[in-house]
């Protein structure tokens, strides 16, 4: 990304500010940030480098071609990264014509304006939850099946499509595909699961945990993560696609993750709440192999260290998460935890 100019769309989101971070510090022309700013966007997540004249931020819709046109045509960016989305899996339930629109459609337009634009590198963030569950074992890249496949949520089933757009391009736009696991860091917006649990152990509030709490996830730190997106625009093979995510051994369930939160607050267990409310269709367990990228020189971090300074960065940042609270916080019917 040396000399080049960057647009991040999604750059004002969780992982896409932390990629707008990463671009400036290697050297990038120009990053433009385009963003829609829904309620997850918040360009407070790059106060520490909006002064930066290398840096620009453009307000605008994917879903809408003029905007989107009207973006690439001003700023005729080298490499684009596409981090914006409709991203909540319980959002997604009650909304999913806006998942579709802003995840297939808006990833259809951006395609198309890249294609005629010139662009020179593409990546594509997709994510995991496109193979579906998997009780053992875990993905490679070739085991995504076309179209929605065993994707569960409205959210899942809209990457799943977006994910087949982005590689159908591969003719007419150089386009790399990353699918990164389950991610925590730093500025998440509170309403996901692991700084919804942070902000509530905070506040003295139970933590609420669905069903048994012997859901897995591949925990990958943001900053991680924006490394291996870095190199995927740098050295991925143009038409590739490549899994992110950290292997734990022991795996980690939601109910460990709670358990060690709530320790390392120094907080009693029963601040745990093992509610009734449990997500209709919750995947058990997803589990990707990231043996390619790994090929491209990725390394992730240490987690427990890294969920760590997550949980310092949240007890030192209220100012950040407070007023996303009420937001946050409307969506979830477990209502037992509250
Ligand atoms: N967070 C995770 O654990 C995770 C895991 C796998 C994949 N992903 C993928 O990574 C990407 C970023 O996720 P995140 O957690 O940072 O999301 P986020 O919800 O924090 O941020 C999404 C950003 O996209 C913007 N946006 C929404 N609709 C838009 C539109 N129509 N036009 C322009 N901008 C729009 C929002 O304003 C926001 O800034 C998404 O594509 C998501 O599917 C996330």
Redesign the pocket.
């Known amino acids: 990304m040396n000399g080049k100019t960057v647009l991040v769309?999604?750059?004002?989101?969780?992982?896409?500010s932390h990629f707008v971070r990463r671009a400036l510090a290697g050297g990038a022309a120009l990053v433009v940030n385009?963003?829609?700013?829904?309620y997850?966007?918040?360009v407070r997540r790059l106060d520490d480098v909006s002064g930066d004249p290398r840096y620009r931020f453009v307000q605008?819709?994917?879903?809408s071609e003029p905007e989107v046109a009207a973006a690439v045509d001003a700023h005729r960016p080298q490499v684009v990264v596409h981090?914006?989305?409709?991203?909540?899996v319980t959002r997604s339930e009650s909304a999913p014509e806006l998942f579709h629109r802003?995840n297939v459609e808006?990833t259809r337009i951006l395609l198309e304006a890249c294609a005629a634009g010139g662009v020179e590198r593409f990546v594509h963030?997709?994510?995991?939850?496109v193979y579906g569950p998997i009780r053992q074992g875990a993905f490679a890249e070739e085991d995504k099946p076309e179209g929605e496949g065993s994707a569960t949520s409205p959210y899942a089933r809209s990457?799943a499509l977006a994910d087949d757009l982005a590689r159908a391009f591969a003719g007419r736009l150089p386009v790399v595909v990353v699918r990164?696991?389950?991610?925590f860091g730093s500025h998440?917006?509170p309403e996901?699961a692991f700084p919804r649990w942070i902000v509530r152990a905070l506040r003295g509030q139970p933590l609420p945990v669905w069903g048994d709490g012997m859901y897995v996830r591949q925990w990958l730190n943001a900053v991680d993560f924006a490394e291996a997106v870095a190199l995927a625009a740098e050295a991925g093979e143009p038409g590739s696609v490549y899994n992110v995510g950290p292997r734990h051994d022991p795996e980690i369930t939601n109910i460990a993750l709670a358990r060690w939160l709530v320790a390392s607050l120094g907080l009693p267990d029963d601040r745990i709440v093992m509610t009734a409310y449990d997500r209709p269709g919750h995947d058990r367990r997803y589990c990707v192999d990231a043996t390619r990228i790994l090929g491209l020189g990725w390394r992730p971090g240490d987690v427990w260290e890294q969920l760590a300074a997550t949980v310092a960065w949240y007890r030192d940042n209220a100012s950040w998460w407070e007023p996303h609270l009420a937001v946050a916080e409307s969506i979830y019917v477990d209502a037992a935890a509250k």
């Open positions: 769309t999604g750059g004002a989101g969780f992982l896409g385009f963003d829609k700013l829904s997850a966007g918040d605008g819709d994917v879903a981090y914006a989305a409709e991203t909540h802003t808006g963030i997709s994510t995991d939850e990457k990164p696991t389950n991610a998440q917006f996901k």
